[in-house]
């Protein structure tokens, strides 16, 4: 009688720790939405770039401000696709949804964190 005893608690923990890893694993990072605004982020580096190329009273000036515009559009695509694996979620751009819920969450800091520091 204990050997089934100890059999059915060893089965019951096991089979809990499976649904518990589970859940945490692969249910819950699918109920999660991360929402970036990429609008913004465009908008902010737009202004930047303006001011830049405004300001710019030699080529060279200029050419730092392409230069800057250039960096930037290449690394966006990389930070984009480093954010699902940041954050364990799937990622979506803010104007794709059309209300906020519980399980959405803004990336839009991270992702500015993320251009500002591969400068």
């Not at 608690?9 to 649904?19: E, H, K, N």
């Amino acid at each position: 009688m204990r050997h089934l005893a100890i059999n059915v608690a060893l089965s019951v923990l096991i089979t809990a720790a499976g649904l518990l890893a589970y859940d945490r694993l692969v249910v819950r990072p699918a109920q999660l939405i991360g929402v970036v605004d990429v609008a913004e982020v465009y908008r902010i580096k737009e202004a930047e770039f303006a001011k830049l190329i405004t300001e710019s009273k030699s080529d060279e000036d200029r050419q730092k401000a392409l230069s800057l515009a250039s960096t930037f559009a290449r690394r966006l695509p990389v930070a984009m696709d480093e954010l699902p694996g940041d954050c364990r979620c799937l990622v979506v751009l803010r104007s794709s949804i059309a209300g906020r819920t519980p399980n959405t969450r803004d990336l839009t800091g991270l992702l500015k964190t993320k251009l500002e520091e591969q400068r």
